[in-house]
C-alpha cells in the first residue's frame, strides 16, 4: 500500500508542475489565453518558437520520466537485460505514470487547468519500455522527415508505441500502456466539450 500511495502521490506532484504556465510567464502571457490556449510545448513553440519552447518540451517529458522512476523505485525496480520492468513493480510505475498524467492535465498548482499529457505520456513511456521507446523516437524521425511535418510524425510515433511496445513485454503491460493512452484521449474530449480547439 505504502509504495502505491507513494507512486500516486509523488507522480501526481511531478506532473502538476505546470512548465509551460512557468515559461509563458517569463515571456509575459499565460498560454491558457492564447493559441489553442493547451499549456503545451506545440501551443508554446507557435507563440515563442522552438528554441525558446524547448524547456517545455523538456519539462514535460521529464515529469513523466521522474514519475516513471519514482514509481520503478517505489514498487521494486525488476529490469531485464534490455531496461524494461517486469515483476510486482509493475502496478506502482503505470498508477505513478497515470498520476503525472492526471497532474499534468489537472495541476493542483496551476488551478487545475493542464495540458494533454501526450510529452508526459511520452517521459513515462521511456521508463515502461526503454527499446520501444527508442523506436518510437526514430519513427518520429523517420516520419516527420517523409512527410515534412513534425506533427505528423509525433502522432504515427505516438499511435505506434503499443504496437512497439508488443515487441518487448506481455500483451498485458500494453493494455497498461493503451489505458494510459485512453487518459490523453480523454483529455482531448474535455476540452473539446469546454470550448477549446483541439
Known amino acids: ?15 502538476s508542475i505546470p512548465v509551460a504556465v512557468l515559461v509563458a510567464r517569463a515571456h509575459g502571457f499565460d498560454p491558457r489565453e492564447v493559441g489553442d490556449r493547451n499549456p503545451g510545448f506545440w501551443n ?5 518558437g ?11 517529458t521529464l515529469k ?40 499534468h492535465a489537472w495541476p493542483v498548482f ?8 501526450v510529452l508526459t505520456f511520452a517521459g513515462g513511456f521511456a521508463v515502461i519500455c ?4 527508442a523506436l518510437a523516437l526514430a519513427l518520429l524521425s523517420l516520419a ?18 503499443p504496437v512497439l511496445q508488443a515487441l518487448f513485454t506481455p500483451i ?8 494510459l493512452m485512453c487518459l490523453i484521449g480523454l483529455r482531448f474530449g474535455q476540452a473539446a466539450l469546454t470550448g477549446r480547439r483541439t
Do not use: N
Open 64 to 103: 513523466g520520466t521522474l514519475a516513471g522512476l519514482l514509481g520503478l523505485l517505489a514498487g521494486g525496480p525488476h529490469v531485464s537485460w534490455l531496461g524494461v520492468p517486469s515483476g510486482p513493480g509493475l502496478p506502482a510505475l503505470y498508477l505513478a505514470v497515470a498520476a503525472a498524467m492526471c497532474g
Open 144 to 161: 516527420g522527415t517523409a512527410a515534412r511535418s513534425s506533427a505528423a510524425g509525433a502522432r504515427i510515433a505516438f499511435f505506434a508505441c
Open 172 to 179: 498485458g503491460q500494453v493494455a497498461a500502456t493503451g489505458a
Open 130 to 133: 526503454p527499446p520501444a521507446f
Open 44 to 48: 508554446m513553440r507557435e507563440r515563442l
Open 110 to 117: 496551476a488551478r487545475f487547468r493542464g495540458g494533454r499529457s
Open 1 to 15: 500500500m505504502v509504495p502505491m500511495l507513494v507512486a500516486v502521490i509523488g507522480g501526481y506532484l511531478l506532473g
Open 50 to 60: 522552438s528554441r525558446a519552447a524547448a524547456p517545455v518540451l523538456a519539462g514535460d
